[in-house]
């Protein structure tokens, strides 16, 4: 790997997931946590989240990416990954900001799992009640 000055920087989240995102100039390849991203993600729709803000901003195969994520399931590890490799191609070209936000790929998912709260045996769950 290159030294830290070739690598621009994304953070990305979603759900408990959290995604550090580095690109560079390159060839296309994508690795996460250490392994190709093919193999890190299995299914289709996850792959295909992480090559989408290439195939909108048309630069793809334009950029190695290298991700470390941690938390979350594999969904929410490949939005956050997306959301990662969004912003760091904001600081690449800030020209690509417009096309990435039309596509919801800069909105962050606010959605979390709601907290448990005392006296209930989950978030919303109470104990059964018995009339007798």
């Known amino acids: 790997m290159a030294d830290a000055k070739n690598f621009t920087w994304g953070l990305g989240r979603r759900k408990s997931a959290v995604a550090r995102v580095r690109i560079r100039a390159g060839s296309g390849k994508i690795e996460i946590n250490g392994r190709?991203?093919?193999?890190?993600f299995k299914s289709a729709i996850e792959r295909n989240y992480l090559r989408q803000p290439f195939a909108v901003t048309d630069l793809?195969?334009?950029?190695?990416?290298?991700a470390n994520v941690t938390g979350g399931g594999n969904v929410a590890q490949a939005e956050a990954?997306?959301?990662?490799?969004?912003?760091?191609?904001?600081e690449v070209n800030k020209e690509l900001e417009s096309r990435l936000?039309?596509?919801?790929?800069?909105t962050r998912d606010s959605r979390m799992k709601e907290r448990k709260k005392y006296g209930f045996r989950g978030a919303r769950?109470?104990?059964?009640?018995?009339?007798?």
């Open 125 to 132: 769950r109470g104990t059964q009640f018995s009339k007798r």
């Open 101 to 106: 936000k039309e596509h919801n790929f800069l």
């Open 81 to 90: 990954v997306r959301l990662g490799i969004s912003r760091a191609l904001i």
């Open 60 to 66: 793809a195969g334009k950029f190695d990416v290298f």
């Open 36 to 40: 190709e991203g093919d193999e890190y």
